[in-house]
């Protein structure tokens, strides 16, 4: 892939954020056409699926059994306020259980790598009261402008960072 500056910008800060931000506010739907929006600590494999555990009764993991899009971001809460252009990523996507063993025994290393007695795969299946959810990006933006820097000739605040310069070698 070639990049030029610009994109090679917006995918360094992508990945800056990307790299140090472990929490995501995950949007969903109930089957009412209700919205429901939840933080969770979630971590990301090289493809930017975002894997997070949660209860199987949460208002969000049964809003995803019958409605799989998803909108979630990640961002910087640290931030002053007026101050947040470029430090937030918005990921358009589609979510799920994940089901089978076999990835829920390569998600937890992931999402647990300091707690080896949650690594335990028999405690998201079956009976569990919890289970593993896999977000799967569709679509990627990032914060360009914060509230302060929009003016009457501003179009946009965000800008697209395309989801294969991501996943890809660095520009």
Not at 20 to 34: C, D, H
Not at 49 to 78: C, G, I, M, P, R
Request: net charge negative; aromatic share 10%.
């Amino acid at each position: 892939m070639q990049c030029g500056t610009d994109l090679a910008n917006l995918v360094d800060r992508a990945k800056e954020l990307l790299s140090k931000l472990e929490y995501i506010n995950v949007a969903t739907v109930s089957p009412a056409g209700l919205p429901w929006n939840t933080p969770v600590y979630a971590r990301h494999d090289a493809l930017l699926n975002f894997y997070w555990s949660s209860w199987k009764n949460a208002q969000h993991s049964l809003n995803l059994k019958t409605n799989e899009n998803v909108f979630f971001t990640l961002y910087d809460s640290t931030r002053m306020r007026g101050d947040n252009n470029r430090r937030c990523l918005y990921f358009q996507g589609h979510a799920a259980e994940v089901e089978a063993t076999s990835e829920i025994e390569l998600v937890l290393p992931l999402l647990y790598p300091e707690e080896p007695a949650e690594q335990d795969a028999g405690k998201f299946v079956g009976d569990s009261l919890r289970r593993l959810y896999k977000a799967r990006p569709i679509a990627v933006w990032l914060n360009d402008k914060s509230e302060r820097q929009v003016t009457r000739e501003t179009l946009k605040m965000r800008i697209e960072v395309p989801l294969d310069a991501l996943v890809a070698p660095a520009c």
